[in-house]
């Protein structure tokens, strides 16, 4: 869990969780064992950049060039702090 | 087929494999039916991969690759491959028994996303009883394996009158196990598991007991390891909402290619499943007679049907409510609100009552084996 979430940190996806487009629901889903979690249009905008090696401030600059104007750097540390509490991320550990 | 009152149609997001009814266990509570020995007819090879096909564009994503014992099916590896390709999450439900290293590691090849391993009892003896053989030795060594291949591991034990009192030795072993998920599954009462319920039903002491252990390594483990406990829904006052409601989200293809909207369906009398042999799964779920039949609530009897809580729980388990009240369209009588839920708990009290020591001289534990299974074939 992060208490305050460090621009710096990099998350990955958790290795029980798998990412996908799925065409039928049209939308991002989250697999995992027996389960599978919907993932909002901006949900799925945000997890779909987590690739263990972009840290949260370059994720968030990225998705300020992918939707300007937009204000969105509360929402995205509040979604990436409620998947960690979720168990959907890890940080990379720094070599 | 659209009918204004009821909401739209779902998708089969999860379709579960039953490949074979073969399986080297004999587990006194195998939610296979009765007379699994009938069906010895399996869909070959190129009918699963139809199956796959077909419900991946119906919307499956979840499969569960079950039995019987999956492991049983050679072409297991094709079916692993063929199912990543369409872009499932692969679930192998198994007992542990037939795998070997390199079949973990060529079905992780092949692109399997988890497996899970079921464990009759945390002790050999115990264990080995209720599976009639001897595998605890091996399944311990394959859960070792999966973890070692870095599979999610989902470890699961059906908890019963004869392992519940176990439950802390059960736990201390799948941490040991270093499993990602426990499900600690009361036995539900149909098939095999009906026919020696006096053997299984835990009394209502055990349960509490239990319970709180379950609870407070739920708690020790938080964020490590998640236990899933689920209760005896005999000792409920309100149904499980039982498969989310008939052809809601799941789909069960039986060994010989029977279509069923949950994977004990098959004992409700009147109703004929349709076979992927004959028929598209599009047709199946959204045109058949028998998945629409429990669709929606325009079925329900009271007190049901004026219920507010029927969307909640869609009445509970048809089969439940058909074995218990001999009407599949009653309301589950786990329900207080159903007239039949008295007579319900008079049988657990008196089920509970009698001790097991008397239960097992009343009559022995009948095996899930073939020879047990010709009986009920009719
Ligand atoms: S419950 Fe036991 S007997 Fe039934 S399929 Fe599973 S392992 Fe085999
Ligand atoms: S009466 Fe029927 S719908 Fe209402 S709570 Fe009981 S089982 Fe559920």
Not at chain 2, 201 to 225: C, N, S, W
């Amino acid at each position: 869990m992060t208490d305050a979430l460090s621009p710096t940190l990099i998350p990955r996806i958790a290795p029980l969780y798998r990412l996908q487009w799925e065409e039928a629901q049209a939308c991002h889903v989250l697999l995992y064992p027996e389960g599978m979690v919907k993932l909002g249009g901006s949900a799925g905008e945000i997890m779909k950049r987590i690739d263990g090696k972009t840290s949260v401030a370059a994720l968030i600059e990225d998705l300020k060039s992918a939707f300007p104007g937009v204000p969105l750097d509360d929402d995205v540390k509040t979604f990436i702090e409620t998947a960690y509490t979720q168990g959907w991320l890890r940080n990379v550990e720094p070599k | 087929m659209s009918n204004p009152s009821n909401p739209p149609l779902g998708k089969p997001l999860w379709l579960l494999a039953e490949l074979t009814y073969r399986c080297p266990l004999q587990c006194p509570y195998c939610s296979n039916p009765l007379d699994f020995a009938r069906y010895k007819d399996e869909l070959d090879t190129d009918g699963w991969l139809r199956v796959l096909r077909e419900a991946r564009k119906m919307g499956a994503a979840q499969l569960g690759f079950s039995g019987g014992e999956p492991l049983v099916r050679q072409d297991l590896e094709i079916l692993i491959a063929e199912s990543r390709k369409l872009g499932y999450y692969s679930n192998l439900i198994t007992s542990g028994v037939g795998m070997d290293e390199s079949r973990i590691a060529t079905f992780k090849d092949a692109g399997l996303d988890h497996i899970q391993v079921s464990f009759q009892a945390s002790n050999e003896e115990l264990n080995n009883y209720l599976g009639g053989t001897d595998s605890f030795q091996h399944k311990v060594e394959m859960a070792r394996l999966v973890k070692k291949y870095d599979y999610p591991m989902v470890l699961n034990i059906v908890i019963h009158r004869q392992n519940i009192d176990q439950i802390e030795d059960i736990i201390k072993m799948t941490i040991d196990l270093n499993a990602d998920y426990v499900e600690l599954a009361s036995t539900q009462y149909y098939g095999w598991s009906k026919l020696n319920e006096a053997h299984l039903l835990p009394t209502r002491e055990q349960l509490a007991r239990a319970e709180a252990i379950a609870h407070d390594y739920q708690v020790r483990m938080k964020g490590r390891m998640k236990i899933l406990y689920v209760v005896p829904d005999y000792y409920e006052t309100r149904p499980k909402a039982c498969m989310n409601g008939w052809g809601s989200v799941f789909l069960t293809i039986a060994p010989d290619g029977s279509a069923l909207p949950c994977h004990a369906a098959r004992q409700l009398p009147g109703l004929s499943f349709p076979n992927v042999r004959d028929h598209s799964i599009e047709w199946i779920w959204n045109e058949s007679p028998t998945f629409n039949h429990f669709r929606g609530d325009a079925w329900m009897k009271e007190p049901c049907r004026s219920c507010p809580e029927k969307t909640k729980d869609f009445g509970g388990c048809r089969c439940q409510a058909y074995m218990l009240t001999g009407d599949a369209a009653n309301a589950d009588p786990v329900c207080d609100k159903s007239p039949h839920h008295a007579e319900l708990v008079a049988m657990v009290d008196r089920l509970t009552s009698t001790p097991l020591a008397t239960a097992i001289a009343d009559r022995p534990l009948v095996f899930r084996n073939t020879r047990n299974s010709k009986e009920h074939v009719t």
